[in-house]
């Protein structure tokens, strides 16, 4: 495909890069440096020459382009079926909930606020607009329990907003002082994600748009746990000290002597990021340009209108037809797919954004006078995911542990053959998932817990919450 062979492009430019950058650590002469970057805008060319003394404030702007290019292609992968996809269809392909935030309301003016109050600087800052944002992995992935969450702000070009909403904020891929950018203290923290609590420091970051002259900061809770105050620079630092989840960079003041201008927090695993809001901001000096894009929304209406099949009516969230539902045996059953008697149902979910955690329990009794073999069979749709299981036989707790395949299977086999308890979980299929329970008592009590991850689907304004019929038998076939 198109996409494919420009990725491919993509990659080469990339490892082009590094070999410059490996040319420019060695001293190579500055002839040598621009054929290597020849051969780079051959492969991704440029509308205008550029003959740049080659630096690493230069490589690092063309890694920065392939890194936007890479998320142009996602993007526009999303949409392949499309080939003049519309806004929305863009937006969609983010998988990014963005809102905007009424400029009168409470929540703009706290945001507005917190964004104001610490700036150490005489230049004036106007914040033009805010939007609400909601990542749908980050939300399932962030690490709340590490406590001590702190508003803070991370500022970047306009240019790579694009790719922070669709894949977050990343850990670089190399450490940070080597790309020669223009900051004062980034980098100084080793290899990690930054953050400060002020906007003057977050102005450093920034750069005017060159659509409208504007610029972007993300406000984002970040799980900072146990977090080290430093004062000295550590450029070594790949993850937080031992016993430690973060650090901060305490800024210099008049009675606290420190290498660091601007106070400077800085985690090194992203799932202690979540990005809550996305200002737009603009300095005195900026030239602020009217800028009024097409939004295309009408092509994405024409389509509704001629397939209206897309559009999921009512009766499409009631139970199916008994003759539609899938062969499929689910809960707990015995190698001969004979079921075992299900007692009971516990489940809790919860809700957050757009995403739902779902916890379940269900209790099963082996009413056989012999040990049988035992498997548990649970459906889940594409856009779930298993995050863990646990099993309780006769208070025996078991807790799953992800190995790889083959392996897993050797020590399931050779514990049931020693007559041992036993669980192996699998994936018969992309919405199967099967979890071996092996040798199961005579008469004993089982206890399933599952937990998983499922993205909310959201539509005519409304957000839809589906369980799986199959977790409580019985009631599926009354509602039958």
């Known amino acids: 495909s198109v996409s494919k062979s420009l990725l491919l492009k993509v990659s080469k430019a990339e490892g082009i890069l590094l070999q410059v950058k490996t040319a420019l650590d060695e001293g ?4 040598a440096l621009q054929e290597m970057m020849m051969e780079f805008y051959q ?23 392939c890194q936007l290019i890479r998320d142009m292609l ?47 600087n005489d230049s004036p800052v106007r914040i033009l607009q805010v939007y609400r944002v909601g990542r749908i992995s980050e939300t399932a992935e962030f690490l709340s329990s590490l406590g001590n969450i702190r508003s803070l702000f991370h500022a970047s070009s306009v240019h790579n907003f694009m790719g922070i909403l669709s894949r977050g904020l990343l850990m670089p891929k190399v450490v ?27 102005i450093k970051y920034s750069s005017p748009g060159e659509m409208d002259g504007t610029r972007l900061l993300a406000v984002c809770d970040v799980a900072l746990g146990s977090c080290a105050d430093l004062y000295q620079r550590d450029y070594s630092l790949n993850n937080a000290p031992s016993g430690y989840d973060s650090v901060h960079g305490v800024r210099r003041t008049a009675g606290i002597s420190s290498d660091f201008e601007d106070d400077e927090f800085v985690v090194y695993k992203t799932c202690q990021i979540k990005i809550r809001y996305i200002v737009k901001f603009c300095l005195a000096e900026d030239q602020i340009k009217p800028f009024q894009p097409a939004t295309g929304v009408e092509l994405e209406q024409d389509n509704n209108k001629q397939e209206p099949q897309c559009h999921l009516p009512h009766e499409s969230y009631a139970l199916p037809n008994a003759n539609l539902l899938t062969p499929v045996k689910t809960g707990l059953q015995d190698t001969l797919g004979n079921p075992v008697p299900l007692e009971g149902v516990h489940i809790k979910a919860r809700i957050i954004d ?13 009413q056989n ?7 548990y069979v649970f459906p889940l749709d594409d856009k779930a995911a298993v995050c863990g299981f646990e099993a309780f036989i006769n208070g025996k707790h078991v807790i799953g542990e992800v190995k790889e395949k083959k392996q897993a299977h050797r020590e399931y086999r050779k514990a049931v053959s020693q007559g041992h308890g036993a669980y192996l979980m699998d994936q018969d299929a992309p ?12 008469n004993s009590t089982v206890v399933i817990k599952m937990t998983y991850i499922t993205e909310l689907s959201f539509q005519h304004g409304c957000i839809t919450f589906h369980l799986p019929a199959s977790v409580s038998p019985w009631q599926q076939d009354k509602a039958l």
């Open 28 to 31: 190579t002469e500055e002839v």
């Open 43 to 65: 492969v991704i060319p440029h509308k205008t020459e550029v003959h740049c003394k080659v630096s690493k404030k230069l490589l690092s702007r063309k890694q920065d382009l």
């Open 74 to 120: 996602n993007i526009r992968e999303t949409n392949v079926s499309c080939p003049n996809p519309s806004s929305l269809a863009k937006y969609r392909a983010l998988r990014c909930k963005i809102e905007a935030v009424d400029s009168t309301s409470y929540e703009f003016l706290n945001v507005k606020q917190q964004v104001l109050k610490n700036n150490y």
């Open 176 to 202: 940070v002082e080597d790309h020669g950018l223009e900051r004062t203290d980034i980098g100084n923290l080793g290899s990690g994600i930054y953050f400060s609590d002020s906007i003057s420091a977050s």
């Open 354 to 366: 757009f995403v739902a955690q779902v916890v379940m329990f269900q209790n099963y009794t082996n």
């Open 369 to 375: 006078s012999k040990p049988i073999e035992a498997k």
């Open 431 to 442: 919405d199967i998932f099967v979890i071996s329970v092996g040798n199961l008592p005579p």
